[in-house]
């Protein structure tokens, strides 16, 4: 099992475009912000202390929840480029648990997500310093490597179960190509979820990695929010929070972390239980 992972992990970095094409949706909405986006955000607020630092800490935060979306699901193209290949059908004749190679699959695409996922917080960290920003603290750093693990978790079960539906690497690609696209829009980044209609919104605080990207903003803007909204009334605050996704409200209910959290695990279990169904059923 640990060296079928290594195989994946091999050849998911050995292939040069594979990686970069993991990156590709982060790599979009970091030049939407950097072009277009950051300079609406910032124009809108003006009046703030602060602003450009908190829509900074705003952007990145949602960059860190899209990362493991867009690498686990490179990662899994092991799997398609397997099928296609009629690879797995070696697999499955060698000595070798079906269930094994399954958990080879998903332990190299958490561990692939992690390392992509800790170069994105590596590079944020870079770009606070170039700005002159405060970097994050010890204990935030802490807070952000344990959503980052969660986030990898539910990002990988649910592209896991992407995959197991698919056999060609045309059909991978433009799923790839689908999700790289949508993942900016349904977690609340392209746009604030203030600015959506209700039941965009609705989709928008249901989908799991919003609860990540909302978990990382309240990490990532603490500080900055602390110093933009120094001495304004509570419901200024809350509205603010509201409509850039800090927080989620459904229903008249304010999500908490913890609830977020729960939330997250709950999503990773269901997906990879669905996916790991789907792909028993189909060896049968």
Known sequence: MIAFA??????????????????????????????????QLVSSMKDVTGANRLMDSWIMAGILAITPVSTTLGSFGTIVSDKSKKIDKDFRSSPIKNRSLAAGYIISSFCI????????????????????????????????????????????AMMYLVVSLFHTQNAFATASTIIGTLIGFVTGIYLPIGSTDQSVQYVIEFFPISH???????????????????????????????EMGVEFRAFDHTFTSLESIGYLLLAAVVFYTIGIIITAKKKK
């Open 6 to 39: 290594k195989r994946n992990l091999k050849l998911f970095f050995r292939d040069k475009s594979s990686v970069f094409f993991s990156l590709l949706s982060v790599l979009i909405v970091l030049g939407l912000y950097v072009l277009f986006l950051g300079d």
């Open 113 to 156: 997500g992690c390392i992509m996922s800790l170069f994105a917080l590596a590079v944020i960290e870079i770009y606070f310093a170039c700005k002159g920003y405060a970097l994050l603290s010890g204990l935030q750093f802490l807070q952000t490597l344990g959503v980052m693990l969660l986030s990898v978790l539910t990002s990988s």
């Open 212 to 242: 990540a990207a909302s978990l990382f903003r309240k990490i990532l803007m603490a500080d900055p929010m602390t110093e933009s909204f120094k001495g304004a009334p509570d419901n200024i605050v809350t509205d603010f929070k509201l």
